[in-house]
């Protein structure tokens, strides 16, 4: 069975606060996501990568980074959270699309910036 | 703009009936369509996923069909229970990889009993 963890279930940060998300996968995948999940809105790119150190803006990179220093771990960063970064972080993952199409995807984090 | 509208937001029905999700998608060009469930506070499960030559595939009690050439697919589920209570997100792929993937809202179905 794949399995996506993530650090946090839910998180509550001050704003200004840096704010790290960890996702781990156990299925040796090259490649994962980022994204954030908001009502109404449907879930949305923040940043992906292909492969260790590598990594590539999605829809919506502004006031986030990321990192892969691991194959299996793959973090994402705010600098400095504020209110509006206030939703749902997804984490995902899967092998390149010439093996499969499948994502598999973590809990989430609920994350709140007050 | 790519987009893909789902239909109904939310729906409720009881125990044991049968119900369709629908999505339609503007997405082009087109690779795969997927369908995910999501229960509350959870990551999407993904149910099926199509390419544009298959028009039908089933996954125990669900089954997806895709029509390509008015862009539009559907989820049936058989004989609902109540853990069925999710949302239903459809998910459209405008090229070979995962990093163009465009999102439905859901449909939010709630079985009761």
């Known amino acids: 069975d794949v399995k996506v963890t993530q650090s946090s279930r839910y998180l509550v940060k001050r704003t200004g606060e840096k704010v790290f998300l960890e996702c781990v996968q156990d299925?040796?995948?090259?490649?994962m996501f980022w994204y954030r999940q908001d009502p109404g809105l449907g879930l949305r790119l923040i940043y992906f990568s292909y492969d260790v150190k590598m990594k590539e803006k999605g829809d919506i990179p502004e006031g986030y980074s990321v990192s892969r220093e691991k194959k299996e771990r793959f973090s994402l960063i705010l600098e400095s959270a504020s209110t509006n970064q206030t939703s749902m972080y997804l984490c995902?993952?899967?092998?390149?699309?010439?093996?499969?199409?499948?994502?598999?995807f973590g809990p989430g984090t609920r994350l709140t910036v007050t | 703009k790519n987009q893909v509208e789902q239909s109904p937001q939310s729906l409720i029905i009881l125990e044991g009936k049968n119900c369709t999700l629908q999505c339609n998608y503007t997405v082009s060009p087109f690779s795969n369509l997927r369908w995910y469930k999501q229960d509350t506070g959870r990551g999407p499960v993904s149910l099926t996923i199509?390419?544009?030559?298959?028009n039908t595939k089933s996954n125990g009690r669900y089954t997806a069909t895709l029509d390509a050439d008015t862009k539009q697919s559907s989820l049936h589920i058989t004989a609902s229970q109540l853990s069925d209570s999710a949302s239903y997100i459809c998910?459209?792929?405008?090229?070979?990889?995962?990093?163009?993937?465009?999102f439905g809202t859901g449909t939010r179905l709630t079985i009761i009993p």
């Open positions: 998910v459209v792929s405008g090229n070979f990889g995962n990093e163009k993937l465009t």
């Open positions: 995902a993952s899967g092998l390149p699309p010439d093996l499969s199409y499948e994502q598999y």
């Open positions: 299925m040796d995948h090259e490649n």
């Open positions: 199509m390419t544009f030559s298959e």
